[in-house]
C-alpha cells in the first residue's frame, strides 16, 4: 500500500515534467529552427502555424487533466442511512479504492497520473485527455524527427531509420559527433512515441468499454451490463454536445450521469 501510495504521487510529477520538457523544447529548440526559412510569409509561417497547433492540443491535453482531478468521483459514503433507502447505490458499479481510501460510483479503475480515480464524473475529461496527450505527444515526435534531420543531416526515409537511430545516435555521442542537447532529444522521441502509443491505446480500449456500457472494473469482476444502444451509451458519458466539447476542454458539457446526480 506504501508504494502505491509513493507511485500516486510520483507519477503525476513525472508527468508534469515530461510536459514542461516538451514544452521548453517546442519552444527553445523546434519553433526556432523553423524561423530560418526566408521563403515562408510571415502570416503562413511554418514557426507560426507550428506553434498554433502544438498550442492547441498541449491545451486540451492539460485542460482535461485538470478536469480529471477536479471532476473526482461521487464519495459514497454519503450514500448511508435515510439516503441509501431512497436511492440505493447498485453494488455492481461500486468500488473501494484502497489508495483513495473511498467508494466511488460507476468506478472504471484508479489512474496513478492523475492521482485520482476514474468514474462517471470525469470519464469523459479522461478519455479526451488520453486522445489529446496521444496527439501532443505523437506531433512533438514529429517536430522533433524534422529537427534532428536537419541538424545532424540524417534521412528518415528508410521505414528502420527511426528505429537504428538511437544506437548510432549513442556511439555517434561517446566519439563526440553528437552533442549533448541533440542526444536528449533523442531519447525524447523514443519516450514521445511509447507514452503517445499508450495513451493512444488507453483511449481507444475506453471507447470501446464506453460503447458497451462497461467499466473497466465490471470487465475485471465479470459483472454484465443491460445491453443498451451505443449511442445512448456514448451521450451518457459525453452528452448531447459532445463535438464542441471535444475542441474546447474547458466547456464540460457533461453527461446524463452527472446531471442526474447534480439533481
Known sequence: MLALRLLNVVAPAYFLCISLV??????????????????????????????????????????????????????????????????????????????????TLRHDHHCFFTGNCIGSRNMRNFVLFCLYTSLACLYSMVAGVAYISAVLSISFSHPLAFLTLLPTSISQFFSGAVLGSEMFVILMLYLWFAVGLACAGFCCHQLLLILRGQTRHQVRKGVSVRARPWRKNLQEVFGKRWLL??????????????KQQDK
Open 22 to 103: 516538451t514544452f521548453v523544447l517546442q519552444l527553445f529548440l523546434f519553433l526556432p529552427s523553423m524561423r530560418e526559412d526566408p521563403a515562408a510569409t510571415p502570416l503562413f509561417s511554418p514557426a507560426l502555424l507550428h506553434g498554433a497547433l502544438f498550442l492547441f492540443l498541449s491545451t486540451n491535453a492539460l485542460g482535461n487533466y485538470v478536469l480529471v482531478i477536479q471532476n473526482s468521483p461521487d464519495d459514497l459514503d454519503a450514500c448511508q442511512g435515510t439516503s441509501a433507502r431512497k436511492a440505493p447505490c447498485p453494488p455492481s458499479s461500486t468500488h473501494f479504492c484502497r489508495v483513495c481510501s473511498r467508494v
Open 245 to 258: 466539447g471535444l475542441f474546447v476542454p474547458m466547456f464540460n458539457v457533461g453527461g446524463e450521469s452527472s
